[in-house]
């Protein structure tokens, strides 16, 4: 499957962004998807993840109460809503696909990122 995530951009502090990841292939809604971000310098980050059916949702300890991941597999698409976004979130923003979600930074399939910037 192949992975193609977009809506990043610069925004300020307290905004909100949607971020979107499109997958290809008939076996998108088979899989579960998850969202994994990188600051410069830093390493790689679990955000939130979703299973198949989209009836559960995990998140880190600090994107919970802020971001919201859906799915709609009729779209083949996965979402990451981000509201009261802080610096501290900016970052290259990953989607990934595997057989199951979880809090996991290692999955099988990754799009290209996008990036995410918040000013203060």
């Known amino acids: 499957v192949q992975l193609q995530a977009s809506g990043g951009g610069l925004v300020q502090a307290g905004g909100s962004l949607r971020l979107s990841c499109a997958g290809s292939?008939?076996?998108?809604?088979?899989?579960?998807m998850g969202w994994i971000r990188q600051a410069p310098g830093k390493e790689r980050e679990f955000v939130a993840a979703?299973?198949?059916?989209?009836?559960?949702?995990y998140y880190a300890d600090s994107m919970k109460g802020r971001f919201t991941v859906s799915r709609d597999n009729a779209k083949n698409t996965v979402y990451l809503q981000m509201n009261s976004l802080k610096p501290e979130d900016t970052a290259v923003y990953y989607c990934?696909?595997?057989?199951?979600?979880?809090?996991?930074?290692?999955?099988?399939?990754w799009g290209q990122g996008t990036q995410v910037t918040v000013s203060s």
């Open positions: 979703i299973n198949r059916s989209g009836g559960s949702t």
């Open positions: 292939g008939r076996t998108f809604s088979s899989l579960a």
């Open positions: 990934a696909a595997d057989v199951v979600a979880s809090s996991r930074l290692t999955w099988h399939y």
